[in-house]
C-alpha cells in the first residue's frame, strides 16, 4: 500500500466518524447509556443486597450492622439447604432432562422426520415443542394448576371416567407428589428450549456426512453418537450453562402452585428468600438467601466457562 493510499484510507475512516481519536475509542460513548443502565439496576442493588446481608434491617428502621449474624443462621438453618435440595432436584427437572429428550428429538426430527416429510413438517414439530416456552410462565402455572387440582382438575376426572377413581389425589397438594408434579411441570415447559437450540446447532452440520454414514450401514444411533454429538457440544454446553441458572433461581412456578407447601416439599432458595423478604420482614436474612444464591450461581458460571473452554481446546488439539 502506498503512501497515498494509507493516507486516503485513514481521511475515509475519519469522515466516516466525527468522533476524534483512534477507531477503538470512538465506541465508548454509545456504551454510556448501557453502562449505567447496568450500574443503576445491578450492579447498585446488588452492593446494597450484600450489605443489608450483615445486618438487622426490618424495611423501617434504619439497618443495624450484626456482623455475620444472618451468615452463621443460614449455616444452621435446615429449612436452607431442603431450598437447595429442592435446587438440584430441579436442576434435574429443568437441565438434565430437557437436554438429554432435546438431543434424541432434535436428532430425530432433523436427521429423520426432515429427511422423510421435509422441512414444513420438522418446521412445525419444533414450534409445537417450543410452544410452551412462548407461554407467559404465570400463564402455563395457572394452566397446570387447573389440571392438577384435586376438586374439579382434569387429570382427576380422567381417572375418574375411565374408572380408576380410587387413584385420584391432591397431586400439588401432598408432599408425596408436590415436588414430583412440580419437576413434570418445568420438563413440559422447558423442553422446547434445548430443542430450538439443538436444531440450530445442526444447521451447520454437512448432510452430506450424514448420507455418507447411512451408505456405510451407519443406523441412527451410530450417526447420533458420531456425528450429532461433537457438533452440538458447544450449543450442549450454552444450554446447561442457563438452564442450571434458571433452576437454580427459579420462582415463580413455586409461587404460583405450591407457595413452597406442602410444608417445605417444593420451596427453593429464592421463594425462601422472598418470605423473608416480604412474608417474616426480615430484609437482613433474606439478602443473605439471595446472596448466597448469587454466589452459587456465579460460582457454576466459572466452572462451566472453565469446562467449555477446556473441551474447546482438546478438540483444537
Not at 438440584?88 to 422423510?116: C, E, H, N
Not at 450401514?217 to 442450571?244: D, S
Amino acid at each position: 500500500m502506498t503512501r497515498k493510499t494509507a493516507h486516503r484510507v485513514r481521511k475515509s475512516e475519519s469522515e466516516v466518524s466525527r468522533i476524534p481519536g483512534s477507531p477503538s475509542r470512538r465506541f465508548w460513548p454509545y456504551l454510556i447509556p448501557g453502562f449505567l443502565m447496568l450500574l443503576w439496576i445491578i450492579i447498585i442493588p446488588a452492593c446494597w443486597n450484600i450489605y443489608l446481608s450483615f445486618t438487622n434491617y426490618r424495611g423501617i428502621r434504619p439497618p443495624q450492622w450484626t456482623g455475620l449474624t444472618n451468615w452463621k443462621r443460614l449455616m444452621h438453618d435446615a429449612t436452607f439447604w431442603i431450598s437447595f435440595r429442592n435446587s438440584i432436584w430441579m436442576i434435574i427437572a429443568m437441565v438434565v432432562i430437557p437436554i438429554l429428550i432435546g438431543l434424541v428429538l432434535s436428532s430425530l426430527v432433523f436427521d429423520v422426520v426432515q429427511k422423510r416429510f421435509g422441512t414444513k413438517t420438522a418446521a412445525t414439530m419444533r414450534a409445537i415443542y417450543y410452544f410452551p416456552q412462548l407461554l407467559p410462565i404465570s400463564v402455563a402455572a395457572l394452566v397446570m394448576g387447573w389440571i392438577f387440582r384435586p376438586e374439579n382438575g382434569a387429570l382427576n376426572a380422567v381417572l375418574k371416567a375411565i374408572g380408576l377413581g380410587n387413584l385420584q389425589h391432591d397431586w400439588l397438594g401432598k408432599p408425596d407428589t408436590a415436588l414430583i408434579f412440580v419437576m413434570l411441570i418445568m420438563i413440559w415447559i422447558q423442553i422446547g428450549y434445548p430443542l430450538v437450540i439443538f436444531m440450530s446447532g445442526l444447521q451447520r452440520v454437512d448432510p452430506e456426512l450424514y448420507e455418507a454414514a447411512s451408505l456405510d450401514g451407519a443406523n441412527w444411533w451410530q450417526r447420533f453418537r458420531a456425528i450429532t454429538l461433537p457438533a452440538i457440544r458447544p450449543e450442549i454446553f450454552v444450554v446447561a450453562l442457563t438452564c442450571t441458572i434458571a433452576a437454580l433461581k427459579v420462582f415463580a412456578p413455586v409461587y404460583m402452585l405450591t407457595r413452597g407447601g406442602p410444608g417445605t416439599s417444593t420451596i427453593v432458595p429464592s421463594y425462601y428468600s422472598y418470605t423473608q423478604f416480604f412474608q417474616s420482614q426480615q430484609v437482613g436474612y433474606g439478602a443473605a438467601i439471595a446472596t448466597a444464591l448469587t454466589i452459587v450461581v456465579i460460582i457454576v458460571s466459572i466452572v462451566f466457562t472453565n469446562l467449555q473452554e477446556k473441551v474447546a481446546k482438546e478438540d483444537e488439539e
